[in-house]
């Protein structure tokens, strides 16, 4: 199902136990969307670094990276090659 250009979509799952609403990511490349969590997190334009301090959290320093982030499935990700990446279950973490 292609998608617009947008990270995240709404879906609506059905079941006979009720509705529910989901924010699922959308894949960069392919625009498929993801329903599990076969996906990476890369980061496009890595180089050079930069980074913009943000804010602090306790002891923390916490810095905008100048890359430009984006959500591939695995299979689109696996065509672009190695690419500084997070695994998708990692990367909409908090910070501690």
Known sequence: MPRK????AAVLVKSKDGDRL???????ECRKV???D???VVIWNASPLTLEPICEIGKQKVF???GNPQVLCWACDQ???MVPWLAGELAFRGIR
């Open 64 to 66: 905008a990276h100048s």
């Open 38 to 40: 076969e996906f990476n």
């Open 79 to 81: 065509k672009r090659g």
């Open 22 to 28: 989901r924010i699922v990511p959308v894949c960069g």
């Open 34 to 36: 993801i329903l599990n």
């Open 5 to 8: 250009k947008n990270p995240l």
